[in-house]
């Protein structure tokens, strides 16, 4: 039985008096019981924030990107070594943002990957496919060969320390959320593509689900048999949102 990862993306937003209201609003609505595992991950600066915040929660905390380098001359860029030293249990690897915007190819995907999982930070490695590719009919093999990219660099046994987030770009940030069917179609061949290679990894690795997730569609996508979470980007802002997201996966 995989359990379920519900992961707060919280991209370029907040200051710290918003973070503190909204982890006041996770921290005392949160289901202590709760079987599903929780994430936030804000931005860099504010993970020691974050990391305060949390009191005895077990909400872990990630990042949302971290340098494909170890250490050294490169300016601006964080280490998967930092975020470990501040107490990231994950980092966000490949989203489709960072893919679109900054250039990030499938390959330095794969090496920042790989950084992660060498500093004992779990990956969520994002894969997924635009609108005109969908139209196109190659959201399969756009999806296959971000992640072969991953399997031909570090192996295929990686996996089984990586989480992967499906997002299809057309539904990140839009409203428009996939349907539970599409996303099922989805997960499943993305299962089926790891199956190929180690059954074992396939069965264990859980596949998020991401891209205007919220309260009010997260039963239906978290009901299928191959959604095993979330990541949420602006429902993960509103404290009550978030929370209620959490309570569906139980
Ligand atoms: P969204 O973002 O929930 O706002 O669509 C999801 C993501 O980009 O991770």
Not at 126 to 148: A, K, P, S, Y
Not at 150 to 161: E, H, N, R, S, Y
Not at 206 to 235: C, F, R, T, V, W
Request: proline share 3%; with cysteine.
């Amino acid at each position: 039985m995989r359990t379920k990862l519900i992961a707060g993306n919280w991209k370029m937003h907040g200051s710290k008096s918003f973070i503190e209201s909204l982890m006041k609003g996770i921290t005392e609505q949160l289901n202590a019981a709760m079987e599903s595992d929780v994430l936030v991950c804000p931005p860099t600066i504010y993970i020691p924030l974050v990391k305060n915040l949390i009191g005895d929660t077990a909400i872990a905390v990630g990042a949302q990107d971290l340098s494909e380098q170890e250490q050294g001359a490169y300016t601006g860029e964080i280490s998967g070594d930092m975020l470990k030293d501040n107490g990231c249990q994950y980092v966000i690897v490949g989203h489709s943002e960072r893919r679109s915007l900054y250039g990030e190819t499938d390959i330095l995907v794969a090496h920042k990957t790989g950084k992660a999982i060498e500093h004992g930070l779990t990956p969520i490695l994002c894969v997924g496919e635009t609108l005109e590719q969908r139209e196109n009919g190659t959201t399969m093999q756009v999806v296959e060969q971000q992640l072969d990219a991953v399997i031909d660099t570090l192996g295929i046994d990686a996996f089984a320390k990586i989480v992967i987030a499906y997002e299809p770009v057309w539904a990140i940030g839009t409203g428009v959320t996939a349907s539970p069917e599409q996303a099922q179609e989805v997960h499943s061949a993305i299962r089926a593509h790891l199956r190929e290679k180690n059954a074992q990894v396939a069965e264990s690795i859980k596949i998020l689900y991401g891209g205007s997730m919220k309260a009010a569609n997260a039963e239906e996508l978290l009901a299928q048999p191959d959604i095993d979470g979330g990541l949420i980007g602006g429902a993960s802002l509103k404290a009550d949102e978030f929370i209620a997201i959490c309570n569906i996966a139980g």
